[in-house]
Structures are given as C-alpha cells and as structure tokens.
T-cell receptor
Framework: DADVTQTPRNRITKTGKRIMLECSQT?????MYWYRQDPGLGLRLIYYSFDVKDINKGEISDGYSVSRQAQAKFSLSLESAIPNQTALYFC??????????????FGEGSRLTVL | QKEVEQNSGPLSVPEGAIASLNCTYSDRGSQSFFWYRQYSGKSPELIMS????GDKEDGRFTAQLNKASQYVSLLIRDSQPSDSATYLCAVTPSGGSNYKLTFGKGTLLTVNP
C-alpha cells in the first residue's frame, strides 16, 4: 500500500458542486501539503500544515479550504467548484527532522475535472 | 514572486548519451535545490538534492550548482529509455522557509533507443 493515499483518484463534477479530496499518510510525518499541477504551469502550493493546529495558505489558496483532522489526515475542499479548478491535485508530506527538508513524499494524485 | 525557470523541452537524446537539464532561479538567497523526476501519469519523486556550489554525483546523476549565476543543472550519463520523464527543478526560498518549495514547470526528457 502507498504511504500517502489520496481519494478519489479521479472525479468529474459540475460547476457549483462541493468537492472534497482526502489524503491520509502512514509515514508519521507532521508536515502535509496540497499542490495542484496544471500543464505548462508546474506544481503550485495551495495549503500546508505543520500539525493539526497549524494550517497555512500557499500561493493559490483562493477557492479552496482544508481540514487537518489528525496528524495522518489532510483534506482539501472546493466549496463551489469552477472549471478553472480542473487540475491534477497532489497531497504530499515531509519530515523536517531528517535534514533533507526539501524532500516531499507525494500521493498518487487526484485528477479533478469540473464541467 | 520568486521564479524557477526551466526549458520545457522536449529534450530528446539517444540512448547512452548525456542528457543535460538546466534551471535558473530568481531568489538570490535560496539555499536548497532539488531535482524531482515525474513519469507520465505518476507523482514526482526526489532524485537529487544539492546545497553547496559545485558538483554532487549519485550514480549516473550529477547535480551542479552555481549560486553566483543562480543556476542549477542535472546531468544524466549513459541515458536510458527508462529515464524518459519530466524533470522538475525545485528551490527553497530565502528567509528560512525551507518547507515551501518553488517548482519550475519541468523539462520533458525523451531518451530514444
């Protein structure tokens, strides 16, 4: 089983619908992230969390919200989905105690299509 | 907005050749630099990290860093078809926020048998 698991892996929805993407990890890492990837735009940080009580906005947080339900779980919500939120979404974790603070461990991705 | 620039490619090399991937960054205070590999339809995975000027070798991979020129590169020797992937350059910003990577858009590498 993957250390960082995302559900759903694929989702097609309509404009205005509420969508939740879920992420769970078994790596024991405190830091968790949500990124989106668009063709030609690379990976962009949406939100990040250092622990259950510490949640921070990334560079493109508008239109998104997150919830850190536990150390191992970090969910991303789109309250009212719009077509330009169609993208590939990645959850990631990192362990700052290991020294290599730039190493992110990614989930398999959730492909979201908003019609 | 701090930027990380990569040639989007595609970069096409024959099997056995050296592939050279380049990256420039705008934040002069950046301290940590990373190369991630992403196969089509898969998630990125870290293949190299470099923190000091010079070269760092790991098997067929060599990362090169020149902070004065704000330039980091990845060389892949004896390229194999299995190296065909998108390579993402990532940089940590100055100011100690080493958890907030800025990614380049990636360079697509194709190694032809």
């Amino acid at each position: 089983d993957a250390d960082v698991t995302q559900t759903p892996r694929n989702r097609i929805t309509k404009t205005g619908k509420r969508i939740m993407l879920e992420c769970s990890q078994t790596k024991g890492h405190d830091r968790m992230y949500w990124y989106r990837q668009d063709p030609g735009l690379g990976l962009r940080l949406i939100y990040y969390s250092f622990d259950v009580k510490d949640i921070n906005k990334g560079e493109i947080s508008d239109g998104y919200s997150v919830s850190r339900q536990a150390q191992a779980k970090f969910s991303l919500s789109l309250e009212s989905a719009i077509p330009n939120q169609t993208a590939l979404y990645f959850c990631a974790t990192s362990d700052p105690t290991g020294g290599n603070t730039g190493e992110l461990f990614f989930g398999e991705g959730s492909r979201l299509t908003v019609l | 907005q701090k930027e990380v620039e990569q040639n989007s490619g595609p970069l096409s090399v024959p099997e056995g050749a050296i592939a050279s991937l380049n990256c420039t960054y705008s934040d002069r205070g950046s301290q940590s630099f990373f190369w991630y590999r992403q196969y089509s339809g898969k998630s990125p995975e870290l293949i190299m990290s470099i923190y000091s000027n010079g070269d760092k070798e790991d098997g067929r991979f060599t990362a090169q860093l020149n902070k004065a020129s704000q330039y980091v590169s990845l060389l892949i020797r004896d390229s194999q078809p299995s190296d065909s992937a998108t390579y993402l350059c990532a940089v940590t910003p100055s100011g100690g926020s080493n958890y907030k990577l800025t990614f380049g858009k990636g360079t697509l590498l194709t190694v032809n048998p």
